[in-house]
């Protein structure tokens, strides 16, 4: 009668050991599930922001974080004029648009190529505007960068 008892309890203690262990590999996959949807979240999240930022936008802080590293200029604040807007072209297959698919299985057109717009002018309020050297090489940089004409450029001294 004891043995009998004895197999019960190691029988029930197995069979508790396998439910444990069952339950312990049915919740990893969940675990690595709810990682990934945090990812992808955190990638939907973060995508927008930056798409938020116009193209105009990020030029202006790029100049003015590359012009306030040259010697002389000191701080910089820059205004772009720009003439029309960002333009995506779409590829075309004969009539039909051709598209790709996202993440999410969601079909967007495929871009070949995105025009930016032409900038017109450009106003540089600059701690060293008021030397004609450091106007010169501003001048010169966004010239170069923009395809500007000199007469389009207008640098001034910052308060």
């Not at 029988?11 to 990812?39: C, D, N, S, W, Y």
């Not at 604040?77 to 004969?94: A, F, H, P, R, S």
Request: contains cysteine.
């Amino acid at each position: 009668m004891k043995f009998l008892q004895g197999m019960m309890k190691k029988e029930k203690l197995f069979v508790i050991l396998l439910i444990g262990l069952l339950l312990l590999i049915a919740a990893l996959p969940v675990k690595e599930r709810e990682t990934l949807k945090t990812q992808q979240e955190e990638y939907s999240v973060t995508e927008p922001a930056k798409e938020q930022k116009d193209w105009q936008q990020q030029m202006e802080e790029q100049l003015e974080e590359v012009l306030e590293k040259v010697k002389g200029v000191g701080k910089a604040e820059v205004i772009l004029t720009c003439e029309g807007t960002e333009k995506n072209l779409v590829e075309k297959d004969e009539k039909d648009t051709v598209y790709t698919k996202d993440a999410k299985g969601n079909q967007i057109p495929y871009l070949t190529s995105q025009q930016y717009p032409k900038v017109i002018g450009v106003v540089v309020v600059a701690e060293g505007g008021d030397n004609p050297v450091i106007i010169g090489n501003i001048q010169e940089a966004v010239q170069v960068l923009f395809q500007v004409e000199a007469h389009k450029i207008k640098v001034m001294k910052m308060n």
